[in-house]
């Protein structure tokens, strides 16, 4: 199982772990209770909601990952003028970059002279 699929896994369990909880929220909601304890279940019902539009949005773009066949991406063959034309564009950015320098040293040379008595 690819590491894609562990995720929806993970995502389908939390999804139905989720589930009768928000299904027991909104049943709360429908019963007669006090307006002060409304807000309350107001309030989880719309946080396990958007964890559950989060968590579905999260599934739907890994399918789509996996449907793509990630993580393999295949760089389609060119043809030999778009190829020439790159290679054109790399000789003349390499020629560009070698004109910059850092001014730092590039490489130290020390010379040890004889050891002096004290």
Not at 21 to 45: Q, Y
Not at 61 to 79: C, G, T
Request: proline share 5%; charged share 25%; hydrophobic share 45%.
């Amino acid at each position: 199982m690819s590491k894609v699929d562990e995720a929806i896994a993970e995502i389908d369990a939390a999804l139905v772990e989720v589930a009768p909880v928000l299904e027991g929220l909104n049943d709360f909601a429908s019963l007669d209770i006090k307006e002060t304890t409304r807000p309350v279940v107001r309030n989880a019902i719309v946080e396990y909601d958007r964890r559950v539009q989060y968590l579905t949005k999260a599934r739907e773009a890994l399918v789509d990952l996996r449907n793509d066949q990630y993580p393999s991406l295949v760089i389609p063959d060119v043809d030999l003028s778009a190829l020439n034309d790159l290679k054109d564009q790399v000789t003349t950015i390499q020629a560009a970059f070698s004109k910059f320098h850092s001014g730092a040293a590039d490489t130290l040379v020390m010379t040890l002279g004889e050891p002096q008595p004290r």
